[in-house]
């Protein structure tokens, strides 16, 4: 079950696309609402939940702090779900903050003076912690001690402080941004992949039950097929149904109402959305399949360059539609067919 990423926003959608992998701000309580409260609730992720599992059962078992655990993987799919988790599994106090609201070095020291002995701390995005901040950091992972300066210039002084022993948990979407250094000082690595439909059929089923929605199999499976493998998206689309069923159905989500619903909010049938299409269609339409710069692309929709290489492409390159190659960016057969375009006679040159 996943609901994370909660403290970052997205780099490029705004909080109206509904298949946005990022949480807008009015979706945090709900989030919350949904979030699982041990392994055992947590859906999906198997072998994640199975090797966290004795990670922690062990370092229980030995009544120590477990090693500073990283999860990475894209958005949407429960990193802050497994932080809390974590801590709770623990009985643990959770501390939670992100790489960007730590610019300097002594904004970090402080939250770490503050942590008691077993204490979690919980960095989202940490690939985006400042420099200054993340060297301090790796003291303190190894050796639970904080260098505070004193003074400036030639006179500063770097006074040692002890801090209690504690577990990082440290999430990132970005894992290639991590630097060595830091990377290599988590002692348990999880990556996380996107979700199968039975999964997040599990996930819907289970928040229609805290939801009070009445929704009928067949409805949960063809969310769960436009979800885009992510469970925040499948709670996101599960909420607009659930809010149309209301205004213009019996309140019960059956296949057609689903169906409906998706389709007034543009989601089509692989779950793509406008931005998704307007790409493909520039691509195929303006640019004969491609290849064509990323920059010349986004000018072609109207977006920003971040929006289209990092919310756009990726599900697109997963879904098959489109293809980075080093002269630019083309359209696979695929995307022809979906748009229902025929392929040009001399297709050899695209692919």
Known sequence: MGTDEHLTGDPGRTSEEVVSPYAAVDERDVETSLRPKSLKEFVGQGRVREQLGVVLDSAKARRQPPDHILLSGPPGLGKTSLAFIIAADLGASIRVTSGPAIERAGDLAAMLSTLDEGDVLFIDEIHRIARPAEELLYVAMEDFRVDVVVGKGPGAT?????VAPFTLVGATTRSGLLTGPLRDRFGFVAHMDFYADAELESVIARSARLLDIEIEPDGAAEIARRSRGTPRIANRLLRRARDFAQVRADGRLSLEVCRAALDVYDIDEMGLDRLDRMVIDALVRQFNGGPVGVSTLALAVGEEVQTVEEVAEPFLVRAGLLARTPRGRIATRAAWEH?????????????
């Not at 770097?158 to 002890?162: E, F, S």
């Open 158 to 162: 770097a006074i040692p402080l002890d």
């Open 339 to 351: 748009i229902g375009v025929p392929l040009p006679h001399d297709e050899a040159r695209l692919f």
